[in-house]
């Protein structure tokens, strides 16, 4: 029984410090992908990273309106948006930098050529 209580008290408290983070203050990146025949594109993955950084911390698909979104930190940053689709060889993919202030929303469209 005091097993039992101590496992529920910890539970609750491992589960309250994992969800304190909701509550920090953040922005939006809110994206639309366009086609080449300005129709959305829908199931294409979009990686999201800091300007200042070479790898990807963040990976979404664009829905069947070809939106997408993604919380980043509040505060000042530069992050690069990057369709993740084939292109020609030497080609790079598409990409956009979009400047957040602080806790904000940023809306955005990319469209492929």
């Known amino acids: 029984m005091i097993l039992a209580l101590l496992w529920a008290a910890s539970s609750l408290t491992l589960a309250s410090d994992s969800k304190s983070h909701l509550h920090d203050p953040y922005a939006l990146l809110f994206g639309t992908i366009f086609g080449q025949d ?3 594109l829908y ?3 979009i990686t999201i990273r ?3 950084q070479k790898k990807p911390k963040w990976e979404v698909l664009s829905n069947h309106e070809g939106e997408f ?3 980043v930190p509040a505060g000042k940053a530069d992050y690069v948006v990057t369709a993740d689709i ?3 060889k030497g080609q790079p993919k598409p ?3 979009i400047h ?3 806790d904000e929303r940023k809306d955005f469209s990319l469209h492929l050529k």
């Open 38 to 40: 300005d129709r959305p």
């Open 43 to 45: 199931g294409v993955k």
């Open 50 to 52: 800091r300007a200042d």
């Open 69 to 71: 979104a993604q919380r």
């Open 86 to 88: 084939k292109t020609a």
């Open 95 to 97: 990409e956009l930098t």
């Open 100 to 102: 957040v202030d602080n």
